[in-house]
């Protein structure tokens, strides 16, 4: 009954590839978003999307791009992918107008780009 | 530029021992948040602070926002090895719809506590 589950853990690839991560919350929120944590831990948005409307894009390159199927799901494509993209990407969900913002994340998955 | 200035980065000290971390800005909040986060795991809430000088407590640790809702604090009584981990303050600029929850986080701070 995990809340917000990402697949897969781990992403271990070629440069120049085209990789997918998957995240799924159960939790009947209906905001979702992308994170990218770098190897200094720094945490920082890239996108959001509230009732499968995307809310915020943040200066991420284009080879990125975000679908969100349903409420509950929301994966991210990366083109072409790139060294500097090897980092922890997390998914997280709130339910809007909820108290406080919380946001709940997901484990990260851990892409490392060769 | 990094709106949320967090000090410091690493911190490593003996069991029992108090600390305090620092999370400043020059911007103002409407809510600012502290996150821990441990190794292969996501961010878990601690708790929020939305009002300019509230003090909250989650057992040993305090948590202070800053009157002008610019800084935060957060401070372990009595620190346990299980306190080791990454802090993160996070802060959200506007209310409600406006700001759609996103959250602008500080650099964190590592800390690790030595039996």
């Known amino acids: 009954d995990t809340a917000v589950s990402q697949t897969p853990k781990y992403l271990v690839t070629q440069m120049g590839n085209d990789k997918s991560i998957k995240c799924e919350q159960n939790?009947?929120?209906?905001?979702m978003y992308w994170y990218k944590q770098d190897s200094k831990k720094f945490l920082k948005i890239m996108f959001s999307?509230?009732?499968?409307?995307?809310?915020i894009n943040e200066t991420v390159p284009n080879r990125f791009s975000p679908k969100s199927p349903d409420k509950a799901h929301l994966n991210l494509h990366i083109n072409s992918l790139e060294l500097g993209d090897s980092a922890v990407y997390f998914c997280?969900?709130?339910?809007?107008?909820?108290?406080?913002?919380?946001?709940?994340f997901g484990p990260g998955t851990r892409l490392t780009v060769l | 530029t990094q709106l949320l200035e967090q000090s410091p980065q690493f911190l490593s000290i003996q069991e029992g021992e108090n600390l305090t971390v620092y999370c400043n800005s020059s911007?103002?909040?409407?809510?600012l948040q502290w996150y821990r986060q441990e190794p292969g795991e996501g961010p878990v809430l601690l708790v929020t602070?939305?009002?300019?000088?509230e003090v909250k407590k989650l057992k040993r640790l305090t948590f202070q926002f800053g009157d002008a809702r610019k800084d935060s604090s957060l401070h372990i009584t009595a620190a346990q090895p299980g306190d080791t981990g990454l802090y993160l303050c996070?802060?959200?600029?506007?209310?409600?719809?406006?700001?759609?929850?996103?959250?602008?986080f500080g650099q964190g701070t590592i800390l690790t506590v030595h039996p």
């Open positions: 939790l009947g929120h209906d905001t």
């Open positions: 911007s103002v909040f409407s809510s």
């Open positions: 999307y509230n009732n499968k409307e995307l809310i």
């Open positions: 602070v939305v009002t300019g000088g």
């Open positions: 997280a969900s709130r339910r809007s107008g909820a108290p406080y913002n919380e946001q709940f």
């Open positions: 996070a802060g959200v600029k506007g209310a409600g719809g406006t700001s759609y929850g996103k959250l602008t």
